[in-house]
């Protein structure tokens, strides 16, 4: 199995506009890989996603019982805790991979959990984009969510950046492309969904029955615009004790940071690329840098120029070893056309695609 080495630019680069539009092809383009990797971002981003990240194995080992307090089955499990809802390759449910899905609205209002209802798209049709937040009480994981949302922010932040990159190409090679659209789209919207990933270690079973080409995660699009990824971390969790720690009177600020391998102890595991020939290559990201890939509302709104890309995560034939990650979908708000030419929304868009991939 190959391994393919992403395009990478610098936070510097985005900032004053100097990203080559051969970059870009390199990166989004027909031809590619559908992945662009920014490195020197914000210098608290290592140590934020290292938090975060240790969050992801405490929630997973969190008790059943704690699950209920944050779990909403009527918004489809893509708000709150999810497990075991999303459909693998031969149709069974994934059991492998506990999520956290959180709506990104406070990025355009610190108020708000959700987007707002609309005429269009009430609360009852589209519960998984409209539902609240549904966060863990404090007590249960303290300091989780000002960390969650403050890794969120960063990670947008940073693709409002590369949306203006796209942007200018767009305007350039794309007849009646409207200014500054993506930028707008992605800076605007209350309906991006962050999504903290924990890859339970694999049952002896699974090691024994042999390697499967994607045991956690199906292959598959994303079906937003841009994908922020922190790198993934790797917790020995027979040797770290990933259990919620007994605090005694007072609850800390913040959970301590767990004891992350130096790196995968599977050299197959990890993120894997269909390329453009249908040949999956591992794409590494370096953990001091944020990756974007493309989704399949990018690949509509700039008419087929940048093109969204299947991928799958590979499970960790190592016992005891969980995988953790972060992934924000930045996306369009549901009114927000996403086929400029056919005048689709976003939220049509989307609601095939969920019903799709749910069970």
């Known amino acids: 199995m190959a391994t393919a080495q992403p395009v990478v630019v610098s936070l510097a680069d985005l900032k004053t506009g100097n990203i080559s539009f051969e970059t870009l092809q390199e990166a989004f383009g027909p031809e590619s890989l559908g992945i662009l990797v920014v490195k020197d971002v914000p210098p608290e981003f290592p140590q934020l996603r290292h938090q975060l990240l240790s969050y992801a194995s405490y929630m997973g080992n969190l008790s059943e019982a704690d699950f209920e307090e944050f779990t909403n089955e009527a918004a489809k499990y893509l708000v709150g805790w999810s497990k075991g809802r999303e459909k693998l390759k031969d149709g069974a449910a994934d059991e492998y991979k506990g999520s956290f899905y959180a709506n990104c609205a406070f990025y355009v209002d610190p108020s708000l959990e959700s987007a707002k209802p609309t005429e269009k798209f009430p609360l009852e049709e589209f519960p998984e984009y409209l539902a609240p937040n549904s966060w863990p009480p404090n007590e249960m994981l303290p300091g989780f969510k ?10 947008i932040d940073t693709a409002v950046l590369v949306a203006r990159a796209c942007d200018k190409f767009a305007e350039k090679e794309i007849p ?11 800076k605007s919207s209350s309906t991006t969904k962050a999504r903290l990933l924990h890859y339970y270690p694999m049952p002896e079973e699974a090691i024994a029955k042999g390697q499967e080409e994607d045991n956690w995660c199906a292959v598959h699009k994303d079906h937003g615009c841009l994908t922020g990824l922190t790198s993934a971390m790797f917790i020995d969790e027979l040797k770290t004790d990933a259990k919620v720690p007994k605090f005694g009177g007072k609850l800390p600020e913040l959970l301590p940071s767990l004891e992350e391998l130096p790196r995968s102890p599977d050299p197959q595991a990890g993120l894997w690329i269909k390329d453009r020939k249908g ?30 890309v299947e991928h799958s995560v590979r499970g960790a034939y190592v016992k005891g070893v969980a995988r953790n990650t972060l992934a924000v979908f930045t996306q369009p708000n549901l009114e927000d056309e996403v086929d400029l030419d056919q005048h689709i929304t976003f939220g049509e868009f989307a609601r095939s695609i969920i019903a799709k991939n749910t069970v």
């Not at 000002?146 to 990670?155: A, F, H, N, Y």
């Not at 009646?176 to 992605?186: H, T």
């Not at 493309?294 to 008419?303: F, M, N, Q, S, V």
């Open 279 to 308: 040949i999956p290559v591992q794409v590494k990201i370096p953990r001091d840098c944020i990756a974007f890939q493309t989704g399949e509302a990018l690949e509509r709104i700039t008419r087929g120029k940048f093109k969204a």
């Open 176 to 186: 009646g492309y409207p200014s500054a659209y993506l930028e707008n789209v992605v």
């Open 146 to 155: 000002p960390t969650m949302e403050q890794m969120c922010r960063l990670i």
